[in-house]
T-cell receptor, first 115, second 110 residues
Framework: DSGVTQTPKHLITATGQRVTLRCSPR?????VYWYQQSLDQGLQFLIQ???????AKGNILERFSAQQFPDLHSELNLSSLELGDSALYFC??????????????FGPGTRLTVT | GIQVEQSPPDLILQEGANSTLRCNFS?????LQWFHQNPWGQLINLFY???GTKQNGRLSATTVATERYSLLYISSSQTTDSGVYFC????????????FGTGTRLQVTL
């Protein structure tokens, strides 16, 4: 158990819908990262938050957004869902936010299926 | 961006055999991690090893940062070692995002 929790474990929804994925980092970790794993793109970084502020952005679509709350949990919002958004979404956390942010620990993932 | 290449892409071993997985990266890094993704999709941390050598039971890893590669050694493999092994790096001078390789798929048979 990495100490990072994600809910829900599985999500099945229809095209055009909106979903919210939730992540709680390990105790004491200030950085939260979101990654997407799809069959065609592999594991890709989406976005990082550090202590409530956006720190870095990767290949995140405009239809996706995220935030980190004062209690440090994070949510990833996916809207206007398309079939191609079906993937495994991972949250990770690390102690710090900058270069040398430390080891990243991954949650169990949320498997999203868009039908 | 940084390129991360892993070899071999696929590996089939008999239980008890040893193996070496390789990760090459194209730029200087300050973080390198090895993960095992099990058949249920979980990403399990194996090593945090930006440089040097570490051992954990039957697994060990070595990163030679100056030559931009890392090796993961699995000894006396077991069927529970099956899954996909990923190498991931953070390039120096960028944010802390991990860039993943495409993985090595390992199948250990009886």
């Amino acid at each position: 158990d990495s100490g990072v929790t994600q809910t829900p474990k599985h999500l099945i929804t229809a095209t055009g819908q909106r979903v919210t994925l939730r992540c709680s980092p390990r105790s004491g970790d200030l950085s939260v990262y979101w990654y997407q794993q799809s069959l065609d793109q592999g594991l890709q970084f989406l976005i990082q938050y550090y202590n409530g502020e956006e720190r870095a952005k990767g290949n995140i679509l405009e239809r996706f957004s995220a935030q980190q709350f004062p209690d440090l949990h994070s949510e990833l919002n996916l809207s206007s869902l398309e079939l191609g958004d079906s993937a495994l979404y991972f949250c990770a956390s690390s102690p710090r936010g900058r270069q040398g942010a430390g080891e990243q620990y991954f949650g169990p993932g949320t498997r999203l299926t868009v039908t | 961006g940084i390129q991360v290449e892993q070899s071999p892409p696929d590996l089939i071993l008999q239980e008890g055999a040893n193996s070496t997985l390789r990760c090459n990266f194209s730029d200087s890094v300050n973080n390198l991690q090895w993960f095992h993704q099990n058949p249920w999709g979980q990403l399990i941390n194996l090593f945090y090893i930006p440089s040097g050598t570490k051992q954990n039971g039957r697994l060990s890893a070595t990163t030679v940062a100056t030559e931009r590669y890392s090796l993961l050694y699995i000894s006396s493999s077991q069927t529970t070692d099956s899954g996909v092994y990923f190498c991931a790096v953070v390039r120096i001078g960028t944010a802390s995002k991990l860039t993943f390789g495409t993985g090595t798929r390992l199948q250990v048979t009886l």
